[in-house]
C-alpha cells in the first residue's frame, strides 16, 4: 500500500504542463552506446584544467546558521573526487575511495601517498570510476571489503556498475571478484550511484542510478528502465555477502524481474542510512532539477521516477504530468526545491554535538552545506546547516567511532586530474 506522508515543500510548487510527445526508443541517441562520444561531450568531462590546493589549512572554527561552533580540522588533502570512506576495526586506519579509480590509506593521520594495490581496470568517464567502500560485518575475521565501480563491457559499448569483493591484508587487495555485474548498461556519461551499505539483517545493499546520458534532453533510453523490473537501473538491490539474491527478496517469484530487486523508482540514491531506533532504511535522491528527495524505503515498494517527480528536466520541461502522487507510488518524506543535490547521510548517534542528537545529517554537493534534518514522527523539517564558507561540495559523511564527524570534499562534479579533494574532521570547538 502507498504512504501518504506530510510533504514538507520547500518551495513553491512547480507549474504542471502536460508532457512533450513520446520519442520511440529506436530514436533516441545514447552517447557512447548507439553514437561515440562527441568531442564537446569528451572535453566537458575531462576538463583540461585541474583544481589544486585546499580549502582548509589548520584547524578553524566555523559557526553554523544557527550559532553552533564547529571546529574544522584537515585530515588529508591531494584527495580527487573522493566518495567512499570505511574506519578499520583497529582504531588507526582509513580507507577512502579516489573516483578517478584509486584506494587511499589514511594510518595514524598519515594518508599513505602509494595507492593500494589490486584494484581491477575501470572506465572513469565523466562520473565513473570508483563509489562507495564498505566493510563485510565480520571484516575483523574474514578481512573482506566491497567496493562499487564503473564496469566496461568490451568489445560492445556502455558501462555498468559493478560489486567486487577482496580480501584486504593492510596493503594490497587480493581475491578480487565481481560479486554482482549490474544489468545497467547505459551511456558512460551516465550516473551510477554506487552507494553500499549492510543491514541489521546481515545483507548488503546496493543503490544503481538512473544512469541516464542524456539528461539534457527530454527523452532517455535509460529513464523508462527505473520502472522496470527486468534491469538494475533505478533500483535498490539487497544481496548476501557473495552477490547471490535472498530468498525472502520482494521480486525473487515474480517472472521476468531480477530477483536482486528490493526497491525501484529511485532516480540517483545517493545516501542509506539506517535509523537506530526503528531500524527502517531511509535514502536521500537525487532529482533532476529540483525536486531531491528523502525517502523511507521499504521492500518492494516504487518512488516513482520518472513517473512522479517535483523536478524539472534541465531543458526546463516538467518530469511528469502528474508530479505529485500516482496511486502505487511512494511519495517522499521530504523534498527539496531549490536542490540540495543530497550525497550520503546518517543518523547522528555521537555526544559532541548535543544539538544533532537523533538528528539526520544529509551532506550536500552543489548546495555545499552540511543540513540538519529535524525528525518529528512522518514529518521532517531542515534545521541548521553548516560549513557553507569553505565553498566546497559534500561527498560523503561519517560518524567515527570516536563520535566525530568526517566528510569528504570536492571542488566541482567532473575532472579526474583535480587534486582538491579533502577529508575533514568536524569537532566540538577547543574549550
Same mark, same amino acid.
Given at each position: 500500500m502507498p504512504r501518504y506522508p506530510l510533504i514538507t515543500l520547500a518551495a513553491a510548487a512547480l507549474t504542471v504542463q502536460p508532457l512533450a510527445a513520446q520519442t520511440t526508443q529506436s530514436e533516441i541517441v545514447t552517447p557512447g552506446v548507439t553514437a561515440p562520444l562527441t568531442p564537446a561531450e569528451i572535453a566537458r568531462n575531462y576538463p583540461p584544467d585541474a583544481l589544486t590546493g585546499a580549502a582548509v589549512d589548520g584547524p578553524v572554527t566555523l559557526q553554523s546558521k544557527g550559532g553552533m561552533a564547529v571546529r574544522v580540522v584537515k585530515l588529508a588533502e591531494g584527495l580527487s @573526487?573522493?566518495?567512499g570512506l570505511v574506519f578499520l576495526p583497529d582504531g588507526r586506519t582509513m580507507l577512502i575511495t579516489e573516483r578517478p579509480g584509486r584506494l587511499r590509506l589514511l594510518r595514524d593521520g598519515v594518508l599513505d601517498p602509494a595507492p593500494v594495490a589490486g584494484l581491477p581496470a575501470l572506465n572513469n568517464v565523466g562520473l565513473g570510476g570508483l563509489h562507495d567502500i564498505v566493510l563485510h560485518p565480520d571484516f575483523a575475521r574474514n578481512r573482506?571489503? &566491497?567496493?562499487?565501480?564503473?564496469?566496461d563491457r568490451e568489445p560492445e559499448k556502455g558501462t555498468t556498475l559493478a560489486v567486487l569483493r577482496a580480501r584486504f591484508d593492510g596493503t594490497v587487495l587480493t581475491e578480487v571478484k565481481d560479486i554482482i555485474v549490474t544489468e545497467a548498461w547505459e551511456s558512460p556519461l551516465g550516473t551510477y550511484g554506487g552507494r553500499l551499505i549492510f543491514g541489521p539483517d546481515g545483507m548488503l545493499y546496493i543503490s544503481v542510478g538512473d544512469r541516464d546520458g542524456t539528461t539534457r534532453n527530454d527523452q532517455s533510453s535509460a529513464r523508462p528502465q527505473a520502472q522496470k523490473l527486468g534491469s538494475h537501473i533505478g533500483k535498490i538491490l539487497r544481496v548476501r555477502d557473495d552477490g547471490s539474491a535472498p530468498p525472502d527478496n520482494p521480486f525473487i517469484n515474480t517472472p521476468g524481474a531480477l530477483p536482486e530487486i528490493y526497491s525501484s523508482? @529511485?532516480?540517483? !540514491? &545517493? =545516501?542509506i542510512a539506517w535509523h537506530p531506533k526503528t531500524g527502517e532504511m531511509w535514502a536521500s535522491e537525487f532529482g533532476p532539477a529540483g525536486g531531491d528527495e528523502i525517502n523511507r524505503i521499504l521492500p518492494g515498494h516504487n518512488y516513482g521516477w520518472p513517473l512522479v517527480s517535483l523536478g524539472r528536466h534541465y531543458s526546463g520541461s516538467p518530469v511528469s504530468d502528474q508530479p505529485f502522487h500516482r496511486d502505487g507510488m511512494d511519495d517522499p518524506l521530504y523534498f527539496w526545491n531549490p536542490p540540495f543535490n543530497p550525497e550520503n547521510m546518517l543518523f547522528y548517534t555521537g555526544s559532541h554535538f548535543p544539538r544533532l542528537k537523533n538528528s539526520l545529517l544529509v551532506a550536500g554537493a552543489s548546495s555545499k552545506m552540511i543540513a540538519q534534518m529535524v525528525i518529528q514522527g512522518d514529518f521532517l523539517r531542515q534545521g541548521d546547516t553548516m560549513l557553507s564558507e569553505l565553498g566546497v561540495r559534500f561527498r560523503d559523511i561519517r560518524? =567515527?567511532?570516536?563520535? @566525530?564527524? &568526517? !566528510?569528504l570534499t570536492e571542488g566541482r562534479l567532473r575532472g579526474p586530474n583535480d587534486s582538491d579533494g579533502m577529508l575533514l574532521r568536524l569537532e566540538p570547538p577547543t574549550p
Open positions: @573526487h573522493p566518495d573482506l571489503l &566491497y567496493i562499487a565501480y564503473t564496469k523508482g @529511485h532516480r540517483n !540514491v &545517493y =545516501g560518524q =567515527g567511532p570516536d563520535g @566525530h564527524l &568526517y !566528510v
